[in-house]
């Protein structure tokens, strides 16, 4: 594609070189570039796209587009006020706008997210339907899976893969839209047609610095709605028993077509209801009461979060508008997302369970689901992540000490903090409301081995904090670390 083509809906502060070029590819990492690249000098964490320009065009860019002139450019350089937007707007053009040949549904909220898109998935299994997924686990479509560094990828790599999706004549995309990724342009331009919001709990203030600024982050993707190339019926599917979720709702501005889910009330005209919930270890059951419908359902997930995620799953599956009884009928039996209320195998008498719970709220969900498993006693093990919010450290450490028997408090990712004193912030939190059945154990692997060598038959061991993840960040270095993993180890050892 002609470079001159290519730029022509993008602001441009200056041009240096030519344009009338051939472009054969786009990236913004230069380890990456080939011949007849693009290279957007980003800025980033840690380092400034811009210091990797001359390594970029040795490798065959034949064009920088930056924020700020690249002094002794061998190249076209192409000045922008937001990288981050034009790198969207170029992606999305090079790419033939693959989102317009997709139906995009669009997750956001603090927890729900990869279950919901997990969920979703095992539906269109089920169906012999074809959906690419993009989300905090993996990115995946047909028979490619990559491991995903970011919830929400950059734009660039969105719309290659969305382009990818098309030529294998996939028709539905399902993706977490984390909040940074609303912030900081990554969805930018992406025309969704269903998104659904799950709930609103304290997280990312680290970036966010208020409830009101991560409200207002995740309320962009259903704004966003209004954009409407495609010409066709827009859905927000939305959690109206969350405080946030009622204020989406609302909104007057947001003119898709609103489905609320609840457990406690029908809320609107187009609702999905769940009725006389049952809970127990085994399976979970309600009557489901909606517009489009009801039905006694069934499902091997346990607990009322999950409840609240097979809602948002269904009202998904009715927006796109498949089959009422066959969505009915796979809801009995969908698999959810790994890392999620996983139970680690290798003990007879008493259970060890994984979770990625991070957040107090998402850790009162899964303690409330262990519970009705009635257990002897719950071990919990959780730490909080370094670089992070350090605000909902002592509220993590309130609700673990409250709802557990005993808890080992340790590291998580600490990042480029001191691990002791991330810690610390945790502890505080048990002692506010004079708690003392805890015990300190920075570190993770001893604090797991502790936890389970303490387990009496009946009892329950949570690992919180982690889930499916494969790492710890220590410093800037990742090194492999799995709480499953380490959890069986131990097992065999020691029982």
């Keep these: 594609m002609n470079l001159k083509n290519l730029i022509d809906t993008i602001k441009v502060k200056e041009i240096f070189g030519n344009t009338d070029i051939d472009i054969t590819g786009l990236s913004y990492d230069s380890r990456k570039i080939s011949q007849g690249n693009i290279f957007f000098a980003m800025k980033g964490a840690h380092t400034d796209g811009t210091e990797f320009a001359k390594q970029a065009i040795e490798k065959g860019a034949v064009c920088v587009v930056s924020e700020t002139k690249i002094n002794d450019c061998n190249c076209t350089n192409i000045i922008v006020d937001d990288i981050l937007d034009t790198m969207a707007k170029i992606s999305a053009k090079f790419y033939d706008y693959p989102d317009k040949k997709l139906t995009v549904i669009g997750v956001t909220g603090t927890n729900g997210k990869t279950s919901i898109t997990y969920m979703t998935e095992s539906i269109f299994k089920k169906l012999n339907t074809d959906i690419g997924v993009i989300g905090t686990i993996s990115y995946r479509y047909g028979d490619v899976v990559i491991d995903a560094p970011n919830t929400t990828p950059q734009s660039l790599d969105l719309y290659k893969m969305m382009a990818e999706m098309v030529k294998r004549n996939i028709k539905y995309l399902i993706m977490e839209v984390s909040s940074h990724s609303l912030v900081l342009g990554r969805v930018s331009g992406i025309e969704f047609d269903v998104a659904v919001f799950t709930n609103l709990t304290q997280d990312h203030l680290d970036f966010h610095k208020s409830m009101d600024n991560y409200f207002n982050a995740k309320k962009m993707l259903f704004s966003s709605l209004s954009t409407n190339l495609k010409n066709n019926k827009k859905f927000a599917i939305i959690n109206s028993d969350d405080f946030y979720g009622k204020k989406l709702l609302e ?245």
């Design 251 to 495: 909104d007057t501005d947001i003119t898709a077509t609103k489905v609320s889910y609840s457990t406690c009330s029908k809320y609107g005209n187009l609702y999905c209801f769940a009725k006389d919930v049952s809970l127990n270890s085994e399976y979970s059951s309600f009557n489901l009461e909606s517009a489009f419908g009801n039905a006694q359902i069934k499902t091997n997930h346990v607990g009322m979060h999950n409840i609240y995620n097979i809602l948002a799953v269904f009202g998904i599956c009715m927006a796109i508008g498949l089959d009422f009884n066959k969505v009915v009928e796979c809801l009995k039996n969908i698999s959810g997302a790994p890392g999620r209320l996983e139970r680690v195998n290798g003990s007879k008498d008493f259970s060890v369970i994984v979770d990625y719970a991070h957040t107090d709220d998402a850790l009162k969900n899964v303690l409330s689901a262990i519970k009705s498993l009635n257990p002897a006693k719950i071990i919990t093990v959780f730490g909080c992540g370094g670089n992070r919010d350090k605000t909902k450290r002592p509220k993590m450490a309130k609700v673990a000490c409250s709802m557990s028997d005993f808890v080992f408090i340790t590291s998580d990712n600490p990042r480029e903090e001191n691990p002791v004193e991330i810690v610390e912030d945790v502890e505080a939190g048990a002692k506010e409301i004079n708690k003392t059945n805890y015990k300190v154990v920075v570190d993770r692997k001893e604090a797991i081995k502790e936890a389970i060598i303490s387990a009496n038959k009946n009892d329950v061991v949570l690992i919180a904090g982690k889930g499916h993840e494969n790492y710890q960040i220590i410093g800037r270095t990742k090194i492999h670390f799995d709480d499953r993993e380490t959890a069986s180890e131990i097992l065999k050892n020691f029982r």
